[in-house]
Nanobody
């Protein structure tokens, strides 16, 4: 079974930092783009940042200069370093990855289960 497992959510303070991790596990042939999305209560899911396998990064304007996405291809893991947190960053954060699995070399668009980030003022 191929899945994405997130960790690192929790409660942070305004101006503080949190780091999210997301590891892909299972019989994986390759992973393309990986990214983080978030969904605040009552709002639609939105892109936070994405990173391709070769390191090309796209970051939402709302977090630019505060959040940094990175990945470790050897560990099939993507990270989100969140600095200068604001209350409006409070949301459930979801990891996403384009994964090609060994079985029949199928391409899958995987999502993690989500991790709650709460920023207290």
């Amino acid at each position: 079974q191929v899945q994405l497992v997130e960790s690192g959510g929790g409660v942070g303070q305004t101006g503080g930092s949190l780091r999210l991790s997301c590891a892909a596990s299972g019989t994986i042939f390759s992973i393309g783009a990986m990214g983080w999305y978030r969904q605040a209560e009552g709002k639609m899911r939105e892109l936070v940042a994405t990173i391709t396998r070769d390191g090309t990064i796209r970051t939402a304007d709302s977090v630019k200069g505060r959040f940094t996405i990175s990945r470790d291809n050897a560990k099939n893991t993507v990270y989100l370093q969140m600095n200068s947190l604001k209350p409006e960053d409070t949301a459930v954060y979801y990891c996403n990855a384009g994964v090609v699995i060994e079985v029949a070399r199928r391409a899958l668009d995987l999502w993690g289960q989500g991790t709650l980030v709460t920023v207290s003022s």
